[in-house]
C-alpha cells in the first residue's frame, strides 16, 4: 500500500491506506474513484490547467458545476502537463507509488506519453490500471467519440426508450454511470484478486460494452422472436398492467408483476374479483395481449377515485404502484435520505446518501480547488 499525504486522505474504512492516480474528467472515471473515495482509498485527480471537463458543466450548485458536486468531495487536485517532461515524470512517480490507476483520456493517449498496459506493468506490477474507454480498443469502434447519448444511441438504448412516435435518451447520464458503476465493481474485483496472486492487472471497461449489458433482455427477445421491443413510454412492452394511470387529482404508476398482484388489484381496488380469472385476462401474456380492453375497465374506476383514494387500496391490498414525482417532489421525498458536501467555498450543500457506503457519511468532505494539492504532491513524489 502507498504511504498518505496528510492532505485530503481517508484514515478509515476498508479502503484506507491504498492509493489511486485517476487522471479523469466527466462523470464515468469520476463516479468509480468517488466510490473509493467513500470507501477509504486516497484519490489523487489529476487535471489539465483549465480543470477537468465536469467543473465546467453549469454553475447551479451555489455557483459549483452539480456534476463536479455530485463526484468529487474528498479527492484532491493536482495540475499536471504531461506533455512536459517533469510533469510526466511526476505522473510517473505517482503511478509507481499507486495501487489503482484509473484514467479516460482519448483512446491512444496513454500509449503516446509511453504508459501503455505494458509499460505500466513494467514500472508497478502491482498496479491496477483501469482504462474507461468508449469501445472495445480491439474493434474498428476503437477511435469513435463516445459521449453519454452517443453511447445510449448507438447501443439501442434510445429505440427502446420514449414513446411510439419518439425515441429518447434516458434522462440522467445512464451510459456514464452505469460504465462507472461497472468500473467500480471491476476494480474492487481486481483487489481481491492482487491479494491472492500478488499481482496487479490491466483492465477495460467500454461504454458500450455496459450499455449492451443492459440490452440484453431486448436483444434475446428480437434474436428469439425477429421483433424489437416496442417503445410504451411509462407502460411496459411485455408486462400488463404496468404503467401510468390517471385519477381525478393526479396520476400514478402501477406495476402488476404476479398473479397474486393480479388478483389483489382485481378485488380489493378495482372491486372486480370477476376478472381474475377472466379468460382476457388470467395471465400476464393474455393481459398483455388485450391490454386495450382491459384499459376500457380500469381506466374509469380509477378517474373516479382521488390520488390519495388510489393509494390507500393499493396499500392495503399491497400492489405496487408509486407517484409520478417531479425532481420538486424528489428534493422533499421522505424516503429522501442526504449527506453533506463541503463546496470550495466553504459552503455546505446536500446531496443523495452513497447507497451502501462504507465510511461515515455524516461528515461534509470537501471539493478540493483547482490544482489545490499540486506542490504538496509534488514534494510528496519528487522527493520519492
Not at 114 to 131: F, K, Q, T
Not at 135 to 149: E, G, H, I, K, L
Not at 288 to 317: H, K, Q, W, Y
Request: hydrophobic share 45%; glycine share 8%.
Amino acid at each position: 500500500m502507498s504511504s498518505q499525504s496528510s492532505q485530503a486522505a481517508s484514515t478509515s474504512g476498508p479502503l484506507a491506506g491504498l492509493l489511486v492516480v485517476s487522471i479523469e474528467q466527466a462523470v464515468a472515471a469520476p463516479l468509480c474513484t468517488f466510490r473509493l473515495v467513500q470507501a477509504g482509498a486516497r484519490v489523487i485527480k489529476v487535471e489539465r490547467a483549465g480543470g477537468e471537463t465536469a467543473r465546467h458543466y453549469d454553475r447551479a450548485t451555489k455557483g459549483t458545476s452539480a456534476y463536479f458536486a455530485w463526484l468529487n468531495a474528498g479527492k484532491e487536485s493536482a495540475v499536471l502537463d504531461l506533455k512536459s517532461d517533469d510533469g510526466l515524470a511526476l505522473l510517473r512517480a505517482m503511478i509507481a507509488k499507486a495501487d489503482v490507476l484509473v484514467q479516460n483520456l482519448a483512446p491512444g493517449a496513454m500509449a503516446r506519453m509511453g504508459l501503455d498496459a505494458g509499460a505500466l506493468e513494467a514500472l508497478n506490477p502491482r498496479l491496477i490500471s483501469l482504462s474507461v474507454v468508449g469501445y472495445d480498443q480491439s474493434t474498428s469502434f476503437a477511435q469513435m467519440r463516445a459521449y453519454d447519448a452517443l453511447v445510449q444511441a448507438e447501443s439501442g438504448i434510445c429505440s427502446v426508450t420514449g414513446t411510439a412516435d419518439a425515441r429518447a435518451k434516458v434522462g440522467v447520464s445512464i451510459a456514464d454511470i452505469g460504465t462507472g458503476m461497472t468500473a467500480h465493481a471491476a476494480v474492487l474485483e481486481a483487489l481481491i484478486e492482487r491479494g491472492i496472486s500478488g499481482t496487479g492487472k490491466h483492465l477495460e471497461i467500454a461504454m458500450f460494452d455496459t450499455m449492451a449489458d443492459w440490452m440484453s433482455v431486448p436483444l434475446l427477445q428480437y434474436e428469439g422472436t425477429g421483433a424489437a421491443p416496442k417503445r410504451e413510454g411509462l407502460a411496459h412492452a411485455s408486462i400488463y398492467p404496468y404503467g401510468a394511470f390517471g385519477c381525478a387529482d393526479g396520476a400514478f404508476l402501477l406495476s402488476i408483476q404476479n398473479q397474486r398482484e393480479w388478483a389483489s388489484l382485481c378485488s380489493d381496488v378495482l372491486e372486480r374479483p370477476d376478472l381474475i380469472d377472466h379468460a382476457l385476462y388470467r395471465d400476464n401474456p393474455a393481459r398483455s395481449e388485450n391490454r386495450a380492453a382491459l384499459d376500457l375497465i380500469m381506466r374509469p374506476v380509477f378517474a373516479g377515485l382521488s390520488l390519495a383514494e388510489c393509494e390507500a387500496r393499493m396499500r392495503t391490498a399491497g400492489v405496487a404502484f408509486g407517484r409520478l414525482s417531479e425532481v420538486a417532489d424528489l428534493a422533499s421525498h421522505p424516503a429522501l435520505k442526504r449527506r453533506s458536501v463541503t463546496l470550495e467555498n466553504g459552503e455546505v450543500i446536500e446531496v443523495p446518501v452513497l447507497p451502501g457506503g462504507s465510511t461515515d457519511q455524516n461528515t461534509a468532505p470537501r471539493l478540493p480547488a483547482l490544482g489545490e494539492h499540486t506542490d504538496a504532491i509534488r514534494a510528496e513524489f519528487s522527493s520519492l
